[in-house]
């Protein structure tokens, strides 16, 4: 049996100010979870996400951004 390893990736819209978290999106359909870690630490620890919580921080996120 093979393990897929994350693919990490940043959004487009980082401006490499440092405070980024990258995700692994390839692991949506084999393991069900979005891992997700910062990016100032990739050996650090990191959390995996279902699709609806990392939907849900999504959310959060752009409604912290419309109240800067």
Known sequence: MTT???RWS???YS???G????VA??????HGVIP????????????HLTPQAFA????LAKQ???HS
């Open 4 to 6: 897929e390893s994350p």
């Open 10 to 12: 940043k959004s487009s």
């Open 15 to 17: 401006n490499n100010g």
């Open 19 to 22: 405070a980024c978290i990258e």
């Open 25 to 30: 999106t390839n692991l949506i359909a084999t």
């Open 36 to 47: 997700v870690r910062d990016s100032k630490d990739p050996d650090g620890p990191h959390l």
């Open 56 to 59: 849900d921080l999504v959310a």
């Open 64 to 66: 912290g951004q419309a």
